[in-house]
T-cell receptor, first 111, second 113 residues
Framework: QKEVEQNSGPLSVPEGAIASLNCTYS??????FFWYRQYSGKSPELIMF????GDKEDGRFTAQLNKASQYVSLLIRDSQPSDSATYLC???????????FGPGTRLSVLP | DTAVSQTPKYLVTQMGNDKSIKCEQN?????MYWYKQDSKKFLKIMFS???????INETVPNRFSPKSPDKAHLNLHINSLELGDSAVYFC????????????FGEGSWLTVV
């Protein structure tokens, strides 16, 4: 069973700080990685995807991938209270043609 | 225009009833999914269809039966509902052309009483 793990949190950061969210995955053959944000009572929405080792930046968000360590992270710079949500890491399982989600990390940005 | 739409959004029903949730996507994707999110917020795959064919059928009770009349629709029928079926059910779709990104519907909140 392929697994994706995240710290459940809550992770609390002050407004304006950098929030760092981490994710590890079990399937060394995975090639596609995604970060989703889910507000309470809403559906998950895509923030970023990353396929290659290294960093990928999009506005205040940076995804980092290290396939050798089977580790993917999401950095949120200048955190805002509106960033408070649950962040879900997802890995595409090429064999099963399925997206495997982690349990999510609840982020709270304190004003 | 909603990309992935599912109905109903809220459903309260009694134990033992049979209910259906419908899902439609207008993104032209070839793969559709049903995920279940329980009270602990864990998103777990239930079924996946690719071009109307079942490709994933995780360990779910056979009271749950998906049906895909065409690749734009994937419905979920649940027989003999139990208290433990209370959860949020998300329909989703993806396509290799979209970089395998998965897009979710708004969710269907099912409460069994």
């Amino acid at each position: 069973q392929k697994e994706v793990e995240q710290n459940s949190g809550p992770l609390s950061v002050p407004e304006g700080a950098i929030a760092s969210l981490n994710c590890t995955y079990s399937d060394r053959g995975s090639q596609s990685f995604f970060w989703y944000r889910q507000y309470s009572g809403k559906s998950p929405e895509l923030i970023m995807f990353i396929y290659s080792n290294g960093d990928k930046e999009d506005g205040r968000f940076t995804a980092q991938l290290n396939k050798a360590s089977q580790y993917v992270s999401l950095l949120i710079r200048d955190s805002q209270p509106s960033d408070s949500a649950t962040y879900l890491c997802a890995v595409f399982d090429n064999y099963g043609q399925n997206f495997v989600f982690g349990p999510g990390t609840r982020l709270s940005v304190l004003p | 225009d909603t990309a992935v739409s599912q109905t109903p959004k809220y459903l309260v029903t009694q134990m033992g009833n049979d209910k259906s949730i419908k899902c439609e996507q207008n993104l032209g994707h070839d793969t559709m999914y049903w995920y279940k999110q329980d009270s602990k917020k864990f998103l777990k795959i239930m079924f996946s269809y690719n071009n109307k064919e079942l490709i994933i059928n995780e360990t779910v009770p056979n009271r749950f039966s998906p049906k895909s009349p065409d690749k734009a629709h994937l419905n979920l029928h649940i027989n003999s509902l139990e208290l433990g079926d209370s959860a949020v059910y998300f329909c989703a779709s993806s396509s290799r052309g979209s970089g395998n990104t998965i897009y979710f519907g708004e969710g269907s909140w099912l409460t069994v009483v």
